[in-house]
């Protein structure tokens, strides 16, 4: 099976702008989170849809958000893009019945 | 809210050396945990996992854990490094209350000198 992928791999989007991020999950998992990834924070949950529906979110501001489609493939968007949101975007899919979770690439977003 | 702590941030060590990397959470109901490993230049991938069962746990590449309920640590182990392990380790912890949410630790970089 193919794995999780993630595009694109590297971003450089500008302060105030917005950036849309997508994931495609491994075939057949219906559950796809987020993770932001920084050298200050570490790794920090975002959100998981699944079914289309967005199941959990973390503590990230409402300028980060996401979706699922009918094809499980998901997008997370981020709005008013601030120098502080520079960081490895991971997405990760697993099966139902809440098993391990597969990570993809990640994006690497830089914010100037 | 959930929390996991890992005790080294950075571990260096020399091949053939054992290593246990410590690894302790907070909460108080069922859990699952898990161990990711990030190579260099390469995607997180998973060491080994804790359902339930047997609290010694076994991974890939002569991996394994332990849970240890009454600490609640899950300290990660593996009797003889080698140069390849040279990554990023992170703990993570996963409550059944809260769908995938995988709550992490904050890594820690192990060095193995050849």
């Known amino acids: 099976k193919a794995g999780v992928t993630q595009t694109p791999r590297y971003l450089i989007k500008t302060r105030g702008q917005q950036v849309t991020l997508s994931c495609s999950p491994i075939s057949g998992h219906r559950s796809v989170s987020w993770y932001q990834q920084t050298p200050g924070q570490g790794l920090q949950f975002l959100f998981e849809y699944f079914s289309e529906t967005q199941r959990n979110k973390g503590n990230f501001p409402g300028r980060f958000s996401g979706r699922q489609f009918s094809n499980s493939r998901s997008e997370m968007n981020v709005s008013t893009l601030e120098l502080g949101d520079s960081a490895l975007y991971l997405c990760?899919?697993?099966?139902?019945?809440?098993?391990?979770?597969?990570f993809g690439p990640g994006t690497r977003l830089t914010v100037t | 809210a959930q929390s996991v702590s890992q005790h080294n941030h950075h571990v260096i060590l020399s091949e053939a050396a054992s290593l246990e990397l410590g690894c302790n959470y907070s909460y108080g109901g069922t859990v699952n945990l898990f161990w990711y490993v990030q190579y260099p230049g390469q995607h997180l991938q998973l060491l080994l996992k804790y359902f339930s069962g047997d609290p010694l746990v076994k991974g890939i590449k002569g991996f394994e854990a332990e849970f240890i309920k009454s600490k609640f640590s899950f300290n990660l182990r593996k009797p003889s490094v080698q140069w390849s392990d040279t990554a990023e380790y992170f703990c993570?912890?996963?409550?059944?209350?809260?769908?995938?949410?995988?709550?992490f630790g904050g890594g820690t970089r192990l060095m193995v000198k050849p």
């Open positions: 993570a912890v996963k409550n059944n209350n809260a769908g995938n949410m995988l709550t």
């Open positions: 990760a899919s697993s099966s139902e019945g809440l098993y391990e979770q597969y």
